[in-house]
């Protein structure tokens, strides 16, 4: 780790003399370490690591229209081999070949305009949309900016290039449009469209969301809808469905903190003769803010078990899916805080189409949550959170009921 600092310093410093006078430069992220316990269905035996993250992002302002940038990312997790197996990582001796480049791109302020053009590999996602269809990194380009009163937000990405010089590319195209009626309204639009010429198919989004905020209540739905379409190239469908998510969230804002209700359904696929589920063109951080980590995501997982397991297991297997969560914060002095989650969880069928995969039920069980922690020196921040799930019949193996699920965290998080 002494070596990377020092190699990222150096870095910074030819960077800083080869820029113009005028340059800015800022290094922002966040170092990550978490001691962790789990124990998932899937998995037989409790899991113990020590999850260890440093996130570098170095933005060079050239001027005022063209910044450079560089997201790099080192997973050292204690006692483990580097990602790409190259050296000891955070095994002992270290000097593992693991840095990773999330982002590295450039942006473009077009003079005089609202519009801004970002090309390379750079964070990208449907916004309003609990992160259903698509949220990360990817290579592309990015134009946003105004149109009248509607911000616009447009992205085209190459998920995979295939052989060259064979059309059989994964090809991206997303939009998002958003626009607010004063300080109460707000309406956003999503489309996005998957061209994958190598499998034949594409998959079509399409999504609205509306929020109302009056005084201290604020309430959000959104609806969301996607279709598929596979061609076997004869000028024949081959395969065709289509599916849809219902979500509905109120929140409040208390004397001692914040609180949210949230609901959402999806649809379940019950014709064998289509593919009506709905999977995403490439999620990564779906429903990652109701303070729960072992249902939904786990909104500071690094290398460790992201959770998920009602929108893998159930939503986008073709069971459907209902959610019930409250969560919320509680305000407490002398920089401590708290975070508190539970929910409930079933499938809307028990069987996908086809009926090939049948469950004992449709319960997937229920999870309560609760975080504290205590931040030093403004920065160091230190928390222990916990998580505890009685899974249902859902996930029941013949006549063997499943094991209860928990995972405790104790977390040290810098950001900076």
Not at 379 to 408: C, E, H, N, Q, W
């Given at each position: 780790?002494?070596?990377l600092?020092?190699?990222?310093?150096a870095?910074?410093?030819?960077?800083a003399?080869?820029?113009p006078?005028?340059?800015?430069i800022?290094l922002n992220g966040?170092?990550?370490?978490?001691?962790?316990?789990q124990?998932f269905?899937?998995?037989?035996?409790?899991?113990?690591?020590?999850?260890n993250?440093?996130r570098l992002?170095?933005?060079?302002?050239?001027n005022d229209?063209?910044?450079?940038?560089?997201?790099g990312?080192v997973d050292?997790?204690w006692?483990?081999?580097s990602?790409?197996?190259?050296g000891?990582?955070g095994?002992v001796?270290?000097d593992?070949v693991n840095v990773?480049?999330?982002?590295a791109?450039?942006?473009?302020?077009?003079?005089?305009t609202?519009w801004?053009v970002?090309t390379?590999?750079?964070?990208?996602?449907?916004?309003?949309f609990e992160?259903?269809?698509?949220a990360?990194?990817?290579?592309?380009?990015?134009a946003a900016?105004?149109?009248?009163p509607v911000k616009?937000?447009?992205?085209y990405?190459?998920?995979?290039?295939g052989v060259k010089?064979?059309w059989d590319?994964v090809?991206f195209?997303?939009l998002?449009?958003?626009?607010k009626a004063?300080?109460?309204?707000g309406l956003?639009?999503?489309?996005?469209y998957?061209?994958d010429n190598?499998a034949?198919?594409?998959?079509?989004?399409?999504?609205?969301?509306?929020?109302v905020k009056?005084?201290?209540?604020?309430?959000?739905a959104f609806?969301?809808y996607k279709?598929?379409?596979a061609d076997?190239?004869?000028?024949a469908?081959d395969?065709e469905g289509?599916a849809?998510?219902?979500?509905?969230?109120?929140k409040?804002k208390?004397?001692f903190g914040?609180m949210?209700?949230h609901?959402?359904?999806?649809?379940?696929?019950?014709?064998?003769?289509?593919?009506?589920?709905?999977?995403?063109?490439?999620?990564?951080y779906?429903?990652?803010?109701?303070?729960l980590m072992?249902?939904?995501t786990d909104?500071?997982y690094n290398?460790?078990?992201q959770g998920g397991?009602?929108?893998?297991?159930?939503?986008y297997?073709?069971?459907?899916?209902?959610?019930l969560?409250?969560?919320g914060?509680?305000?407490?002095g002398?920089?401590?805080?708290?975070k508190?989650?539970?929910?409930y969880?079933?499938a809307?069928d028990n069987?996908?189409n086809?009926e090939?995969?049948?469950?004992?039920?449709?319960?997937?069980g229920?999870?309560?949550d609760?975080m504290?922690g205590k931040k030093?020196?403004?920065k160091?921040d230190l928390?222990l959170?916990?998580a505890?799930?009685?899974?249902?019949?859902?996930?029941?193996?013949?006549?063997?009921?499943?094991?209860d699920m928990?995972?405790?965290?104790?977390?040290?998080n810098?950001g900076?």
């Amino acid at each position: 780790m002494k070596k990377l600092v020092l190699a990222l310093i150096a870095l910074g410093a030819i960077v800083a003399v080869a820029s113009p006078a005028f340059a800015e430069i800022k290094l922002n992220g966040y170092y990550r370490l978490q001691g962790q316990a789990q124990s998932f269905t899937a998995v037989e035996d409790t899991e113990t690591m020590f999850d260890n993250r440093l996130r570098l992002k170095m933005t060079d302002t050239l001027n005022d229209y063209i910044s450079v940038v560089y997201y790099g990312e080192v997973d050292t997790p204690w006692g483990m081999t580097s990602k790409g197996g190259v050296g000891g990582g955070g095994q002992v001796a270290a000097d593992g070949v693991n840095v990773e480049t999330k982002n590295a791109y450039v942006n473009f302020k077009l003079p005089d305009t609202s519009w801004s053009v970002t090309t390379g590999v750079q964070g990208w996602g449907a916004s309003g949309f609990e992160y259903l269809v698509i949220a990360d990194d990817m290579a592309g380009l990015n134009a946003a900016g105004d149109l009248g009163p509607v911000k616009v937000d447009f992205m085209y990405s190459k998920f995979n290039e295939g052989v060259k010089t064979t059309w059989d590319d994964v090809d991206f195209y997303g939009l998002n449009l958003g626009m607010k009626a004063g300080d109460t309204v707000g309406l956003k639009a999503f489309l996005g469209y998957k061209d994958d010429n190598a499998a034949q198919n594409t998959d079509m989004f399409v999504g609205l969301n509306g929020d109302v905020k009056i005084a201290d209540i604020g309430l959000e739905a959104f609806v969301l809808y996607k279709s598929l379409v596979a061609d076997d190239g004869t000028g024949a469908v081959d395969e065709e469905g289509s599916a849809w998510v219902a979500d509905l969230k109120g929140k409040m804002k208390m004397p001692f903190g914040n609180m949210k209700a949230h609901f959402a359904y999806f649809s379940a696929d019950d014709d064998a003769t289509d593919k009506n589920t709905f999977d995403p063109a490439y999620g990564a951080y779906e429903y990652a803010s109701d303070n729960l980590m072992i249902f939904l995501t786990d909104v500071y997982y690094n290398n460790g078990g992201q959770g998920g397991l009602a929108i893998k297991d159930a939503a986008y297997e073709g069971y459907g899916l209902m959610l019930l969560t409250v969560s919320g914060d509680v305000k407490m002095g002398n920089d401590m805080y708290a975070k508190y989650g539970a929910g409930y969880f079933a499938a809307v069928d028990n069987t996908t189409n086809n009926e090939v995969a049948t469950t004992k039920s449709k319960d997937l069980g229920f999870e309560v949550d609760a975080m504290i922690g205590k931040k030093f020196a403004e920065k160091y921040d230190l928390s222990l959170r916990g998580a505890y799930a009685v899974a249902g019949d859902f996930y029941k193996v013949g006549t063997d009921s499943p094991d209860d699920m928990f995972k405790v965290v104790a977390m040290l998080n810098v950001g900076f």
